[in-house]
């Protein structure tokens, strides 16, 4: 009730040269990894479990970056202020998420013949493939991708200069409103396009690589794994930085909030998997179930090489978070947090993998070091890129209009 | 034993009776409740009220709910009675339990946790709620203090008086009073 005075300072985030090595070492790590496991494997099977690795590495960093710009143009939408303070690492992850599409672009141009097969249709062969062909044809798969691309790196570019320009305006409540209300302006133009637009790049890029069957709930199961992703990366990166004396008017009630939205959102994307299992489980068209069917799931080849992922998919990703998240203390524990940071982007690595894998791999799918060195080998670029753009600029949006409401902000035991 | 005799501070100010209440706790008085007619943010915290156990008991209910659909419709279509549904092996499928499971938790934990909170907090109907006054539910914060716990009693009411209270009551209630912390 009593107003105390909180004071907010600038901060400017050293990207240290030693930070630099660890990433190029672990760079180093994910290479060899990937080396080591390519040594005598068959070269078809290793041709496969490459561009597979590859697009899952890509994907994953892609949901990431464009998950931030999400982040950021959900919250200017609902006026929120709790998350002002460390707006700025979101910020800096969407920062990636031009790279990012250009990947995905080189990666769909170049090996495109080993994980879509309908690129390679022959039309007279394939009469589902050849109903399909209006929507799943090269050109408009990457003309589509371009175009989205390009608008989401506009509104992307537009977000972080205003609100690079609201730095200059600490104390100058008129033109921070302002630039505030331009910024939710263009999150409203953003989220709508984004809303339209991400479903076909979910269609596109992740269900085409099985290209017969078809889910109508597949895009929102995607945003789901973007939105609990991001919430998890932008903690993970704000307790780093918090270890190293950064973000100073950031404190548990902030984690607490994230926290919630990790919760929240691990069982909403609990939700969106089982509603789509049940559906095609009660259903049972084989056109739809065969998804299941080769995920290791049903008696027609029960114990299948993916039914333990399977399985473990629910339990690491719903189960788990489920349970650590409940109570009030875990969620501003930093601790806990860390562990299950690290709990919900495995899982979630797990559950690209089993989205990825059995339509472009196959049965003999392993999970060994080529898969989780080219994890690596693309998580560095992007949390290299992160960094840099954390440095660049200052940490602290001290112009923003809900700073002040940030550093005061509380959650009430209740 | 429950306290029955009270010392109330009685503010008309939800910032007098925070800043009191801290003041109170800082000279190692414990304060029993607080009586206000909106939630006062911060008041809990100065008070040094416990958190409460609601929680831990929701969950547990949340856990009979779901073992319990579980058992119902396992029992029911699988074990008693086996359903032929469109010829699907009928072993203990859980994909079709989900949606029944969690109607069921939800519903065990909401009941379960208001009947919980109306018998801890005995609110029954019929029962006359002891009030420290009428006007505590309209424009009046009290600070309840239990007297047989403390000696000083003048200390308090001169610390009470000093922090803003409009006056300060001495009051007893009966052995079943419903005043719960």
Not at chain 1, 111 to 136: Q, R, V
Not at chain 1, 314 to 334: G, Q, T
Not at chain 2, 30 to 47: C, M, N, Q
Request: some cysteine; hydrophobic content about 50%.
């Amino acid at each position: 009730m009593e107003h105390h005075h909180i004071e907010i300072k600038q901060e400017r985030f050293e990207f240290a040269a030693k930070t630099k090595r660890k990433l190029f070492m672990l760079l180093g790590i994910g290479l060899l990894l990937v080396i080591i496991g390519a040594i005598g494997e068959e070269s078809g099977m290793l041709t496969n479990r490459l561009w597979a690795s590859v697009l899952l590495g890509a994907y994953y960093t892609f949901l990431l970056a464009l998950g931030g710009a999400v982040f950021i143009g959900i919250a200017y939408l609902t006026n929120a202020g709790w998350n002002t303070g460390f707006k700025r690492v979101p910020e800096a992850m969407m920062q990636y998420m031009p790279i990012a599409g250009i990947i995905l672009l080189i990666i769909f141009l170049t090996g495109h013949g080993n994980l879509y097969e309908w690129t390679e249709n022959d039309a007279m062969e394939d009469p589902i493939l050849e109903g399909k062909s209006t929507f799943l044809n090269t050109t408009f798969f990457i003309g589509s991708s371009v175009i989205f691309f390009l608008a989401y790196y506009f509104f992307i570019r537009r977000l972080r200069a205003f609100s690079l320009k609201e730095d200059l305006l600490e104390g100058n409540d008129k033109a921070s409103a302002k630039i505030f209300h331009a910024c939710r302006r263009i999150s409203a133009g953003f989220i709508v396009v984004f809303g339209f637009t991400f479903p076909v790049i979910a269609w596109q890029w992740m269900m085409s690589l099985e290209p017969h069957w078809f889910s109508t709930i597949y895009s929102l199961y995607n945003f789901a794994i973007m939105w609990v992703c991001t919430a998890t990366t932008i903690a993970m990166f704000c307790l780093w930085l918090k270890s190293k004396g950064y973000l100073n008017n950031m404190n548990e009630n902030h984690f607490h909030d994230l926290g919630k939205f990790m919760f929240a959102f691990s069982i909403f994307w609990t939700y969106m998997w089982i509603s789509q299992y049940l559906l095609i489980w009660y259903a049972n068209i084989p056109e739809e179930s065969e998804y299941f069917t080769s995920r290791g799931v049903g008696t027609a080849i029960h114990g299948g090489r993916f039914e333990f992922q399977f399985w473990l998919n629910l339990i690491v990703n719903f189960a788990l978070p489920l349970l650590i998240f409940m109570s009030r203390s875990a969620k501003r524990n930093p601790r806990t947090m860390i562990v299950a940071c690290a709990i919900i982007l495995l899982g979630h690595w797990n559950d690209l993998y089993l989205m990825i894998m059995p339509g472009t791999v196959g049965q003999e799918a392993p999970v060994g070091f080529i898969e989780m060195g080219m994890t690596i080998v693309f998580f560095v670029p992007f949390i290299y890129t992160t960094l840099a753009s954390l440095a660049k600029h200052n940490l602290i949006p001290v112009g923003h209009p809900y700073m002040e409401e940030f550093a005061h902000h509380e959650v009430a035991v209740a | 034993m429950k306290p029955t005799k009270f010392i109330a501070g009685v503010f008309d100010d939800p910032v007098l009776i925070t800043r009191a209440a801290r003041k109170l706790r800082e000279s190692g008085v414990r304060v029993y409740d607080a009586y206000t007619p909106f939630s006062v943010h911060g008041l809990d915290k100065e008070i040094g009220i416990k958190h409460t156990r609601l929680g831990i008991a929701a969950f547990l209910f949340g856990c009979t709910g779901f073992c319990l659909a579980l058992w119902m419709q396992s029992y029911m279509s699988w074990s008693d009675w086996p359903m032929d549904v469109g010829g699907k092996p009928n072993t203990f499928v859980v994909p079709t339990y989900v949606p029944v499971c969690f109607e069921s938790t939800v519903l065990c934990t909401a009941l379960l946790t208001i009947f919980t909170f109306w018998i801890k907090s005995k609110m029954f109907h019929g029962v006359v709620p002891d009030l420290f006054d009428n006007r505590q539910t309209s424009d009046l914060f009290i600070l309840a203090i239990d007297s047989d716990s403390h000696k000083n009693h003048s200390a308090i009411e001169g610390l009470l008086k000093e922090q803003g209270a409009l006056e300060v009551r001495h009051k007893e209630f009966g052995k079943n009073h419903t005043l719960i912390q």
